[in-house]
């Protein structure tokens, strides 16, 4: 689990670090194809006006795009890897708190005593979880006090 998450923060950092080359090189493209146009203003016409802006913007979007893909997901995925371990705590939380509040029903009918069924395996696959979860965080302590010591 603790080499997943450093997996997902490297990651991330990569994807943000090509997000951010992204938007360098978009930037240093329209920078020379502006500077090309720039040098020869006073003799360009309204045919190479136009050849700049149907060279310039199409690149400016595309650069954009893969800036904002890119960057955008390297912080997803690094919040996503930290977040894992948060959702294991939150579940072993809710699985205690439904575990305590068995209630014994009277099943009535033949549904009700198929649903008392279903609710009984439903309550026994969360206290199976539960212990799994249980030995994970065992486990994943462990491994801290070992990586400690």
Same mark, same amino acid.
């Given at each position: @689990?603790?080499?997943?998450?450093?997996?997902?923060?490297?990651?991330?950092l990569?994807?943000? @670090?090509?997000?951010? =080359?992204?938007?360098?090189?978009?930037?240093?493209?329209?920078? #020379?194809?502006?500077?090309?146009?720039?040098?020869? =203003?006073?003799?360009?016409?309204? !045919?190479e006006? %136009?050849s700049?802006?149907?060279?310039?913007?199409? %690149?400016?979007?595309?650069?954009?795009i893969?800036?904002?893909?890119f960057?955008?997901?390297?912080?997803?995925?690094?919040? !996503?890897?930290?977040?894992?371990?948060?959702?294991?705590t939150?579940?072993s939380?809710?699985?205690?708190?439904?575990?305590? !509040? *068995?209630?014994?029903?009277?099943?009535?009918?033949?549904?009700?005593k198929?649903?008392?069924?279903?609710?009984? #395996?439903?309550?026994?696959?969360?206290?199976?979880?539960?212990?799994a979860?249980? #030995?994970?965080? !065992?486990?994943?302590? %462990? *491994? +801290?006090? *070992? +990586?400690?010591?």
């Amino acid at each position: @689990m603790v080499y997943r998450l450093k997996l997902y923060r490297f990651l991330a950092l990569i994807l943000i @670090m090509v997000g951010g =080359m992204n938007l360098i090189f978009g930037i240093l493209s329209i920078y #020379r194809t502006l500077n090309a146009l720039i040098v020869n =203003m006073e003799i360009a016409g309204s !045919s190479e006006l %136009q050849s700049f802006f149907y060279v310039a913007t199409p %690149q400016a979007i595309l650069w954009s795009i893969a800036f904002t893909t890119f960057f955008s997901s390297g912080i997803l995925l690094g919040r !996503s890897g930290s977040s894992d371990l948060s959702e294991l705590t939150y579940l072993s939380k809710t699985l205690k708190i439904d575990n305590g !509040s *068995k209630n014994e029903l009277e099943p009535l009918t033949r549904g009700e005593k198929q649903r008392n069924l279903a609710d009984e #395996r439903l309550l026994q696959i969360k206290e199976e979880v539960l212990k799994a979860i249980e #030995r994970l965080e !065992s486990l994943e302590q %462990q *491994k +801290k006090l *070992k +990586k400690n010591v």
